[in-house]
C-alpha cells in the first residue's frame, strides 16, 4: 500500500508559476511510476506527467509540454510538478498518482489550481 500526500497549490495569474509536490510513503519499494493527473470541471482526469521511478524517465501531456517538468527525489521519497507559463485552461483538481510494478495504483486527495486574473 502506497499513500501519497499532496501540496502546493494554490491561485495564480496566466503566466504565472506553480510547484507542486507529492510524498510518498508506505510500500515504496514497488513504485514503477509516479506522475500528475488532472480534471477540470465537467471534464475527465488527464494524465498531465509522469516519471519512473528508478531511471527517470518522463512522459507529457501534448498540451503542457514545454511549460511543465516533473522530477523527482528518490531520497525524500517526493515528485515534483514545476508548473511555468500557466494558463486559465490549466484550472483542475491536479492528483498525485502512484503505479506499482504489478499495477496497482494509489491517489493522492487532489490539491486545486486555478490560473485567473
Known amino acids: 500500500q502506497v499513500q501519497l500526500v499532496e501540496s502546493g497549490g494554490g491561485l495564480v495569474q496566466p503566466g504565472g508559476s506553480l510547484r507542486l509536490s507529492c510524498a510518498a510513503s508506505?510500500?515504496?519499494?514497488?513504485?514503477?511510476?509516479m506522475g500528475w493527473y488532472r480534471q477540470a470541471p465537467g471534464k475527465q482526469r488527464e494524465l498531465v506527467a509522469r516519471?519512473?521511478?528508478?531511471?527517470?524517465?518522463?512522459n507529457y501531456a501534448d498540451s503542457v509540454k514545454g511549460r511543465f517538468t516533473i522530477t523527482r527525489d528518490n531520497a525524500k521519497n517526493t515528485v515534483y510538478l514545476q508548473m511555468n507559463s500557466l494558463k486559465p485552461e490549466d484550472t483542475a483538481v491536479y492528483y498525485c498518482?502512484?503505479?506499482?510494478?504489478?499495477?496497482?495504483?494509489?491517489w493522492g486527495q487532489g490539491t486545486q489550481v486555478t490560473v485567473s486574473t
Open positions: 508506505g510500500s515504496i519499494f514497488s513504485l514503477n511510476y
Open positions: 516519471i519512473t521511478t528508478r531511471a527517470g524517465d518522463t
Open positions: 498518482n502512484a503505479l506499482t510494478w504489478d499495477l496497482k495504483a494509489s
